[in-house]
């Protein structure tokens, strides 16, 4: 299940009524902006009980494509690693 920026408003503006959407929708762009820039500048997040952002830098190395079995050079690249917390794992995955 995935979760897009507007449900996640819409769940906040029902969890909090006396909040007004539009200052809802800024404070969800300033939120994400901050965690987009925290990984630019290769920074980890961590949002406790709930999850944590790790970037990662993946080394160049000499890959081989599946089909042709021709190898690649893949380039070094930034990866992000994410694992959630055991809190919010085991209320995920409660039978309701």
Known sequence: ???TKLDLI???A???PGFIRSDLTRMVDIVLLEIEG???RNESVELRGVFSLRPRLQKARISRN??????????EKRAILFRESKEWS???NEKT
């Open 1 to 3: 299940m995935s979760v």
């Open 14 to 16: 029902d969890a909090y």
């Open 38 to 40: 925290s990984l630019k």
């Open 66 to 75: 599946p089909k042709t079995n021709q190898k690649v050079n893949t380039p």
């Open 10 to 12: 819409i769940q906040l």
């Open 90 to 92: 085991k209320k995920i």
